[in-house]
């Protein structure tokens, strides 16, 4: 029977290509009628007959675009006829602060890849191509409302062809602000030292050849600067960079390429080839191979994201280390000038093109753990998009922590956590970080009524949230760091209520003044009590043994005879004498001891180097375990475990052993101290948050073990559990504190 419906899509659906989807979706039926954007997602009434009619609203949220989040579908028919003579789309009335949605920068969709491989078609190896579907996005737009103007494509005006294509409602350019053919859009180049410039397919050709002759390549992506080159030369890169021990990220070719490397599960792959194009931590396949690229048992992985990337690879290079190319904690380099200064003497040649990078955004890294996505850097590919929180009513700026830095802004509804920035010690990444906290106030048109900030007095954070506080003369909240992690691993489940927060992580500013990290809370947004925490360990030396690592496993073993090569008789006097001994009880810390007495690690390149060490090397199905002892006021007293480890060490036993016996102690430890909460709480839901839940040993098996206990176990999946996902549990603090 012929009849007119309401259908009503709520969610994400504005500013995606949503109403051309519908337009395709609704030509392919023929009804008649209208589309429009609400205040509240995007309204249709369409007449047709009614069994058709349901059968397209039951396809509109799987076939949706792939930025669209659809919430709901809601169907009605209606009591009349209105007997539409044609299907428009209708412009929307003064949506001006819900059309602000931005989206983020997207891989190549397999549209254009199709394009640019046609010999004939008038992008065929052109770098540039892009869709309403793909492209760049947040890192090349100035300012709003979103057009070309304002982005930088500006200066590329559209050929007549070009304009076709993107005012045609059929076409899969319609409305794509940066489409562009190599008649109107910008053009690659390759500059060497003391070489002239080349452009256009020798610029390639100059590029994949400086590849192939073993040497280092500065490349262009799309939120920043890489440096390139074949993973054999890795050590090069490392000598010349200067870089620690921390991994290098692979880009593969393809999936094929990358299963060759790595294991992978259906659903790493499908997060692997998604057009988000992260970078993917995947198992190697053979442990001990490819240590130069990356020391532990992973390797990050992506896939080329830009067509650019795709020409490079060609046919013949399998995998090339792709590293965000930046000096010593400086943010990621993104304009040309300042990448042909600064790299002079780490890249033989550069590989740029002449649009602009207006904002940085660094790859995002991700894995799979506990059968969902788990963000581990959210930035390329995710960032602006938002967080629907449905409870949120203020806007609300959180300044996140220090060394992984992020901010989150807020309206109604919705929360947009900032991407990647860095360690705001580094000037430089400050000044970043100070810049894109106005830029996303412009962006999403927010001026904050609330600011919130870590308790610490002295990250540079909260001197940023202290000084715009009071520029705007609006209340500052201060946050303990754990509660903000239990809180933000409670928003990105959308939990409310009260829950047992398992926080353990490297560092943070406890509300007694010492230094927390391996704790057991319970509480909600709108407050938190300390249940337990583990018996906290000296540092020798303060600030020194979290580098200085052999430090923390003489602290915890007091074995001076383990530590021949070091200072360790006068670190030990120092600890009798409780010298610059502050006490921590950071779990990241424990790991760090265990790694130094285990053998594995003395002295850290990079911050939480044991920890992956230790995970790395730990046999994977060794049951063993150590003494687990809990003192009153639910503390983990590590000694007898101390004790257990020493003899295992003296014994010879090995080192992936010993890692293991470790962390499944830890495990026993959790799930006893879990039990007692939730026994004197009541409460059932227990969240996994901070950075030592970056261990995937552990994610992979505490998890179901406090399961099997009856405990519901949630765990991040939109926002990272190290110091980056803080800010937005700072963000639902600051929204309930009573201000
Ligand atoms: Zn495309
Ligand atoms: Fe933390």
């Known amino acids: 029977m012929r009849v007119r419906m309401k259908v009503e899509v709520r969610g994400i659906v504005q500013g995606v290509g949503f109403r051309p989807f519908i337009h395709r979706l609704v030509s392919g039926y023929g009804f008649l009628g209208w589309v429009r954007n609400s205040s509240r997602g995007v309204d249709m009434e369409l007449e047709g007959e009614e069994s058709e009619l349901r059968e397209f609203a039951s396809r509109i949220a799987p076939e949706a675009p792939l930025l669209a989040d659809v919430e709901s579908v809601e169907c009605a028919v209606m009591d009349t006829l209105a007997n539409f003579a044609a299907f ?134 799309l939120g920043g600067m890489h440096l390139c080159c074949l993973p054999e030369k890795a050590a090069l890169l490392r000598q010349r960079k200067q870089r620690d021990g921390k991994p290098f990220a692979l880009m593969c070719r393809d999936a094929d390429c990358a299963r060759e490397l790595c294991g992978m599960t259906a659903q790493e792959e499908e997060l692997l080839t998604s057009q988000r194009r992260p970078i993917v931590l995947l198992p190697k396949k053979r442990r001990d191979e490819w240590m130069e690229v990356s020391e532990n048992g992973y390797m990050g992985v992506m896939l080329p994201y830009t067509p650019l990337h795709y020409l490079l690879f060609g046919d013949d290079i399998d995998a090339l280390i792709m590293t965000s190319a930046n000096l010593s904690d400086k943010p990621i380099m993104y304009r040309n000038d300042e990448a042909e200064r600064e790299l002079r003497g780490i890249a033989d040649g550069f590989l740029l093109h002449d649009r602009d990078i207006l904002t940085r955004c660094d790859d995002s890294l991700l894995c799979v753990a506990d059968g969902r996505e788990y963000p581990l850097r959210r930035s390329r590919g995710y960032v602006p998009y938002p967080i629907r929180i449905g409870e949120l009513t203020e806007s609300i700026l959180a300044c996140g922590a220090e060394q992984k830095a992020s901010f989150v802004l807020s309206k109604p509804g919705m929360a947009f956590p900032s991407q990647h920035i860095g360690d705001l010690k580094n000037f430089e990444t400050y000044e970043n970080y100070r810049q894109q906290i106005g830029h996303f106030e412009r962006l999403f048109d927010i001026t904050p009524r609330r600011i919130a900030c870590d308790l610490h007095p002295d990250y540079l954070s909260t001197r940023c949230a202290e000084e715009m506080a009071e520029e705007l003369g609006v209340p500052l909240i201060r946050v303990q760091h754990h509660h903000a992690h239990m809180a933000a691993c409670m928003a990105d489940n959308s939990l409310t209520g009260e829950v047992i927060g398992l926080i353990w992580d490297g560092t943070g500013y406890g509300t007694d003044g010492t230094v927390w990290g391996g704790e057991f809370l319970t509480g909600g947004y709108g407050g938190f009590t300390r249940r337990g925490h583990l018996r906290p360990l000296p540092l020798i030396g303060g600030d020194r043994a979290v580098k200085e690592i052999w430090r923390l496993g003489l602290a915890m073993t007091g074995r001076e005879e383990l530590y021949g090569g070091y200072d360790a008789s006068a670190a030990l006097r120092q600890l009798r004498a409780g010298l610059n001994c502050p006490l921590s009880s950071g779990m990241g810390r424990l790991f760090d001891a265990a790694a130094s007495v285990m053998g594995l690690c003395q002295t850290a390149s990079y911050e939480g180097q044991g920890a992956v060490l230790l995970e790395a090397a730990a046999e994977a199905d060794c049951r063993g375990r150590y003494a687990v002892k809990i003192d009153e006021g639910c503390v983990f007293d590590y000694e007898p475990m101390a004790g257990e480890l020493m003899r295992d060490r003296e014994a010879g036993v090995d080192a992936g052993v010993m890692a293991a016996r470790f962390m499944n102690t830890l495990m026993d430890m959790a799930v006893a101290v879990t039990e007692r909460i939730g026994g004197e709480s009541g409460l059932e839901d227990v969240v996994l948050s901070g950075g030592s839940f970056q261990n995937m040993y552990i994610m992979a098996r505490l998890p179901g073990m406090l399961r099997e206990k009856g405990f519901r176990v949630w765990t991040h999946s939109r926002v990272s559990c190290n110091d980056e996902g803080l800010s937005l549990g700072q963000m639902m603090i600051a929204l309930h504190a009573g201000c």
């Open 88 to 221: 428009e789309i209708v412009e929307s009335r003064a949506m001006a602060s819900m059309d602000t949605l931005i989206s983020p920068d997207i891989g190549i969709c397999p549209d254009c890849l199709r394009e640019m491989r046609t010999p004939g078609d008038k992008r065929y190896r052109y770098p540039f191509l892009n869709c309403t579907n793909c492209g760049p996005r947040f890192t090349i737009i100035r300012d709003v409302p979103y057009d070309r103007a304002r982005t930088s494509m500006g200066v590329f005006p559209m050929c007549p062809d070009c304009g076709r294509e993107y005012r045609d409602i059929t076409d899969r350019r319609y409305h794509a602000e940066p489409t562009c053919c190599p008649d109107c859009g910008p053009q690659v180049f390759y500059d060497g030292p003391g070489e002239e410039r080349l452009e256009g397919e020798a610029a390639l050709e100059k590029a994949r050849q400086t590849l192939k002759e073993g040497k280092i390549l500065c490349v262009k992506g």
